[in-house]
Antibody, heavy 120, light 111 residues
Framework: QGQLQQWGAGLLKPSETLSLTCAVN????????WTWIRQPPGKGLEWIGE???????NFNPSLKSRVNISVDTSKNQFSLSLTSVTAADTAVYYC??????????????WGQGTLVSVSS | SSELTQDPAVSVALGQTVRITCQGDSLRTCYASWYQQKSGQAPVLVFY???YRPSGIPGRFSGSTSGDTASLTISGAQAEDEADYYCNSRDTSDKNQKLLLFGGGTKLTVL
C-alpha cells in the first residue's frame, strides 16, 4: 500500500459539498504540510490548500471562500471539504505530502487520486 | 499573484538531450520542483532545486536555474520519459499570503 490512501464520494450534484479524506502511513506526521491538489480532466495541476499538524491552514485564494481542510492527528488523517460545487470542480483530487516552508518547495508523496464528477 | 510559464509541448529524438523550461518571477527567490506525470497516473517528483534527485529517479534527470527561469534537463531521453512535466514553486509576490503555483505543463514526446 502507498503512504497516502484517500477516499470519498466520486459523484456529486451541483451545490453539494465535496468531502475527501486521506490517511497517512508515514512517520513524522508533524514535519510536513498535508496538501490537496486537483487536476481537471485534460488540464494542469492546481494547489487547493494545506494544513499542518497543529491545524494551521493556507488556501488558494481562488477557492478560499468554499474550502476547508481539517486534520485528525490521532488517526494521522486529513480531510478536504469544498462547498457549493459546480461542473468546474470536476477533477481528480490528490492528497499529497508537502515540504512548503522551505525555499526547496516540493511534493514528494501523492495519493492515488480520486475522480470527483459534478453533474446534475 | 505570479505565474509559472511552460512551453506546452516539446519533442526530442530518442537518446538525445532535452531541456524543459519554467519561467516566473518567483523563481528568483524560490527554487522549482519538477514532476513527471504519465497518462492516468499521479505525478511523481523527479527533481527539485539545482541538485536534488529523489531516490529511484534516473541520473539522466537534472535541474538548474538562472534568474527567473528554471530548467529540467533529460540527458539521453528514453521512450519511458514520454510524459507531461510540471514545474512548481511558491508565489513570493505577496508576503501576507502563502500560495503554491504550478506551471501549465509541458508534454514531452520522444521520437
Amino acid at each position: 500500500q502507498g503512504q497516502l490512501q484517500q477516499w470519498g464520494a466520486g459523484l456529486l450534484k451541483p451545490s453539494e459539498t465535496l468531502s475527501l479524506t486521506c490517511a497517512v502511513n508515514v512517520d513524522s506526521f508533524n514535519l510536513y504540510y498535508w496538501t490537496w491538489i486537483r487536476q481537471p480532466p485534460g488540464k494542469g495541476l492546481e494547489w487547493i490548500g494545506e494544513i499542518n499538524h497543529s491545524g494551521r491552514t493556507n488556501f488558494n485564494p481562488s477557492l478560499k471562500s468554499r474550502v476547508n481542510i481539517s486534520v485528525d492527528t490521532s488517526k494521522n488523517q486529513f480531510s478536504l471539504s469544498l462547498t457549493s460545487v459546480t461542473a468546474a470542480d470536476t477533477a481528480v483530487y490528490y492528497c499529497v505530502r508537502g515540504h512548503t516552508v522551505t525555499r526547496f518547495v516540493r511534493f514528494d508523496s501523492w495519493g492515488q487520486g480520486t475522480l470527483v464528477s459534478v453533474s446534475s | 499573484s505570479s505565474e509559472l510559464t511552460q512551453d506546452p509541448a516539446v519533442s526530442v529524438a530518442l537518446g538525445q538531450t532535452v531541456r524543459i523550461t519554467c519561467q516566473g518571477d518567483s523563481l528568483r527567490t524560490c527554487y522549482a520542483s519538477w514532476y513527471q506525470q504519465k497518462s492516468g497516473q499521479a505525478p511523481v517528483l523527479v527533481f527539485y532545486g539545482t541538485e536534488y534527485r529523489p531516490s529511484g529517479i534516473p541520473g539522466r534527470f537534472s535541474g538548474s536555474t538562472s534568474g527567473d527561469t528554471a530548467s529540467l534537463t533529460i540527458s539521453g531521453a528514453q521512450a519511458e520519459d514520454e510524459a507531461d512535466y510540471y514545474c512548481n514553486s511558491r508565489d513570493t509576490s505577496d508576503k501576507n499570503q502563502k500560495l503554491l503555483l504550478f506551471g501549465g505543463g509541458t508534454k514531452l514526446t520522444v521520437l
